[in-house]
């Protein structure tokens, strides 16, 4: 299939290029929490690459805990951001409670820019499923989102004008072939970087992240594919 100059690129499964960094970063854990909107503590995990620079923010699914994201978390740490993974409080995920799970979103924001040697201005964001209903509004209005890698999102709620204003980010979208929010996200996009993986599989979100092992290292990747451009300002 033939592209013209600097359009994004439709893949399929297996074909995406591998990105490889020079070099892999130590990377520490901490068990963390933060404070959402009216207060109440929320569990997270913060992956600390040692070093100044950017972060990844991390939206799950509605469904809940996906311990498999502790490893890719580490694994995007390893190539220099750091990383915030935290779950939704119970009854407070994006399809129960849209309002509230954007405040605490906006608070896990916060707590991720406070930490020393994070660039505010330097957000990456991987969203699965539900995730993306404020991954994209978030990016949409501040402004600060440079990357996002997505899972299946479900772009419920979200509104075109939203979606114009993403437009130049470099989005990595993964998606089996019927999903058609996956091909609505991709279609608003004008960054040459941008990327939307097809699976011919009936999995979706973290069922197809679990199935298929070329998924798994796509997105760390995919970070490293495209640290060089956002990443290095000085601080």
Known sequence: MKHPPFRPALVLAGL????????????DRHPTKFNGADGTEIPATFFDSRAT????????DCDG????????????TASGPRALLWNYRPGG????????AVEDANAAWRMLISQTRV????????????????????????GKVKLMAVISPDLTGVTDEQLAAVADLPLLIFANDGEADAKRLFAATHHEKSQLKLYRRPEKGMALYQADGTLKGGIDDYF?????????PAY
Not at 55 to 60: G, I, K, R
Not at 93 to 100: G, R
């Open 119 to 142: 660039g505010s201005d330097r957000i990456g964001i991987v969203a699965i499923g539900c995730g993306a209903r404020i991954a994209v509004p978030f990016a949409a209005k501040t």
């Open 224 to 232: 490293e594919f495209v640290y060089g451009g956002w990443a290095h």
């Open 53 to 60: 620079g950017p972060a990844a923010l991390f939206l799950q």
């Open 65 to 76: 805990d996906a311990p498999e994201l502790l490893n890719l978390a580490g694994k995007i």
């Open 16 to 27: 995406l290029p591998l990105f490889l960094a020079a070099g892999a970063r130590a990377v």
């Open 93 to 100: 995920n994006p399809k129960e409670a849209l309002e509230k």
